[in-house]
């Protein structure tokens, strides 16, 4: 059973270098693929230096978001026919080979897990997975100044993770591990987002599916948390692509209704007005 890992690369030569550098030697990986999602800078020709057996390099015309970038790698590796496991990983990741073999080897001996991930370190905080939004949750989080608590709703309680392998709703998306063919059956991302709510996205296709996300918290991989999104995006930008991805998630995977829909919308249209006037004054 092959295993292969997506790095979506764009405008980070630096990391996704590193990122190389740190795991070319893993055996455990078959095939490294670095998408590059038309990035501005010269990373391609950065990039293509590391080019070999091992590793491929696939720069893509149109920069359509971080799905629909992830996609075109996984779609590469569906093509080579051989791979049953998939790593989708952002480039500044720090990860040990021996985390990435006990994932595997969670994958190999569980059946009923279909997406895997390890505990996220962010600044110093433990990220094991969190449950969909609710409604209060998606609305709270659109309310300025209220939106830091909406968070706090999405966590299991720490008693949850008594157990090493346990199962969430969604996982972080900056590092994880699937089966392909589970991915092949969701229709690998949802590529009508830019950037924001794939890992919900993922978990609601993943529900429907009835297929398996689940958390090994008994592993840990680092997240230097790259600034290449906030060298791109101004911070109204920013706000503006994640409520388009939420309505998005609401509308098309949690079928919300006619009114409840009109609310958030006025809700975030007076919270854009106080966002302009934050920032900008």
């Not at 020709?45 to 590391?50: A, G, N, S, V």
Request: charged share 25%; hydrophobic share 40%.
């Amino acid at each position: 059973m092959k295993t292969g890992i997506v790095i979506l690369n764009y405008n980070d030569a630096d990391n996704t270098i590193k990122m190389l550098q740190q795991i070319k030697d893993y055996s455990c990986l078959s095939k490294i693929v670095v998408v590059d999602n038309c990035s501005k800078d010269d990373s391609v020709l950065r990039l293509k230096e590391f080019e070999s057996d091992k590793i491929v390099l696939i720069p893509v015309l149109e920069n359509k978001g971080y799905a629909s970038g992830n996609n075109v790698g996984l779609k590469y590796l569906e093509e080579q026919g051989d791979f049953s496991f998939v790593f989708i990983s952002n480039p500044d990741i720090i990860v040990k080979e021996s985390v990435m073999n006990k994932m595997i080897e969670d994958l190999s001996n569980i059946s009923s897990v279909s997406f895997l991930g390890p505990t996220i370190i962010e600044h110093g905080e433990k990220i094991r997975g969190w449950k969909l939004p609710t409604y209060f949750v998606e609305l709270l989080s659109t309310i300025n100044f209220f939106h830091r608590f909406a968070k706090r709703y999405q966590r299991y309680p720490l008693e949850y993770y008594q157990k090493p392998i346990v199962k969430v709703d969604a996982i972080h998306g900056s590092f994880f591990l699937a089966r392909l063919k589970d991915f092949q059956k969701i229709g690998y991302f949802d590529p009508n987002t830019f950037l924001y709510y794939e890992e919900n996205i993922l978990g609601a296709k993943a529900k429907m599916r009835h297929l398996g996300v689940y958390v090994d918290t008994s592993l840990e991989v680092f997240h230097m948390l790259s600034q290449s999104v906030d060298k791109s995006l101004k911070k109204i930008k920013k706000y503006k692509i994640m409520k388009a991805s939420m309505f998005y998630y609401e509308k098309t995977y949690q079928h919300l209704n006619g009114f409840l829909y009109f609310f958030l919308k006025f809700v975030y249209f007076c919270s854009l007005i106080v966002s302009y006037l934050t920032f900008w004054i």
